[in-house]
């Protein structure tokens, strides 16, 4: 097994803003060893879809963002030395329209003091309408994670994030794993629609049980893999059913976007030791 292991609960890309968003509800240390995850970073600024771009539905929102940031340099002189600062541990998604792109991003991210780790977005529900790079079998994924770690640290960890797509899941995870990912984020949005018939990515609890049973394929195929979870993570009994199947982590999404505290009650909750002062429910209910 890999030697790299994240906390037990990561912010999910995109989800936590700049990080300035969410840190005054992060509890009682703010963001200090928190895997926090950023925002899909490309090379050039986004300015992202045209709105409306979140429409809440029943268990779920459905988006199409648009992957909006302000672009690699930008986010180097301003974000990422802010994060760092903050105690956060930083792991930067990337997304790019080629693989030249993604190896250009891992190698200028590889230099910049503060950089944890990569996640590679593979797996965005309409990558055709964004403009990047079409994964539509494995060994495409496969292909792009293999361009990323050869321009990043063999010591860093290169986390690929796939949908949850249970025909080929287990499939993606093995082809990027042999490729140099350190471990398989399972759970980006799956493709859906908006009602007015725009394309979009559904997210939230209505996606659980798919991602679930993608964890849990994962890990029966491969044991030693490190699979994080992502997909309905709002409370203890929902991110517990995710290691339960094998997740090593959860992160944790669309739930910020109700309650913005939900990452530190669940950091406190899986592993009080870390903090402490912030009680769990059985210590309120004594």
Known sequence: MSAWLPGPVLVAAGCGGTGRELEPYAGPAGLEGLDFVTRSITLDARQGGPGPRLVEVPGGV??????????????LATELPWLVRAGARVIVSIAGST?????????????????????????APD???????????PYHSASVIAAVRREFPADRPVLAKLRPDVSRVVEGARSCHE?????IVIGNAVPAA????????LSGPAIAPIALRCVAAVHQALPDLPT????????????RSYLTAGATAVQV??????????????????????HPSTPTPSEEDA
């Open 179 to 183: 490729a140099g990912a350190t471990a």
């Open 228 to 239: 994080i979870g992502c997909g309905g993570v709002r409370d203890l009994a929902s991110a």
């Open 62 to 75: 459905v988006n199409a963002v648009g992957l909006p940031n302000p672009g690699l340099e930008h986010f």
């Open 127 to 137: 990558e055709v309408g964004l403009g990047l790079f079409e994964v539509r079998e």
């Open 99 to 123: 693989m030249g792109e993604y190896a250009d991003l891992a190698r200028r991210l590889s230099r910049a003091p503060g950089v944890a780790g990569l996640e590679v977005n593979v797996g």
């Open 253 to 274: 999404g669309t739930a910020l976007l109700h309650d913005p505290t939900t990452v530190a009650r669940l950091r406190a909750e899986l592993d009080p030791t870390r």
């Open 194 to 201: 908006f009602p007015d018939g725009r394309a979009g990515g």
